[in-house]
């Protein structure tokens, strides 16, 4: 499978068959994703692992019981393991505090960066990860931490100053219970409407 198959292949799976991932099969896949780009080369994206209680311990804290009855992608609950790529804030500034970075002024505070890399580190690792997932043959689905994130972050022991856009689930597919999100009627938009050569 070629990067532009994986690409026209991925789907947001949001049903799941309760079975578990191989041995390794995690490790491997993010051994892999984490090889994307990174600012500085600061390396500064690190993978919480959810299998097992972790992955209930996840639901019971982003999804309350009231909101669990009328949930409309209970099979998304289903996936074996949810992967959550965080970026560490300090890794940036300290990296960019060093010699051959301090002209840049970004090594002075995290509010120093006008685009935070800590995040598009993350959201990197993140499209790497889903197309790895999708080259196995197995189904994955990202969605927003939003205002979990926190809850998240102290539920599981995360650093201070980690910053995460949202987790992924990893399993096998439910084919015979997907149910599309609504927006996937929009369609995609044609390459004329999204290319602009030379100006806007």
Not at 3 to 23: E, M, Q
Not at 68 to 73: G, H, L, S
Not at 172 to 178: G, K, L, T, V
């Amino acid at each position: 499978m070629t990067v532009a198959d994986a690409l026209h292949d991925r789907r947001s799976c949001r049903s799941f068959i309760d079975r578990p991932l191989g041995p390794g099969i995690l490790d491997n896949l993010i051994d892999k994703a984490r090889r994307t780009p990174t600012a500085g080369n600061c390396q500064g994206v690190e993978f919480l692992v959810l299998e097992g209680d972790g992955v209930t311990a996840y639901w019971d804290t982003t999804l309350s019981a009231a909101r669990r009855v009328n949930f409309p992608w209970p099979g998304l609950l289903s996936a074996p393991a949810l992967v959550i790529p965080w970026g560490l804030t300090g890794r940036y500034v300290a990296r960019y505090a060093e010699d051959d970075k301090t002209q840049t002024g970004l090594g002075d505070s995290s509010e120093a960066w006008p685009v935070p890399y800590w995040l598009t580190d993350a959201a990197f690792a993140a499209m790497a990860l889903q197309l790895l997932v999708v080259e196995l043959g197995l189904g994955c689905c990202f969605f927003g931490l939003f205002e979990h994130e926190e809850a998240v972050a102290k539920r599981f022991g995360v650093p201070d100053g980690a910053r995460a856009l949202g987790s992924i689930a990893i399993g096998y597919p439910d084919e015979r219970a997907q149910r599309p999100s609504g927006s996937v009627d929009r369609g995609r938009r044609p390459l004329s409407g999204v290319l602009h050569r030379n100006s806007w």
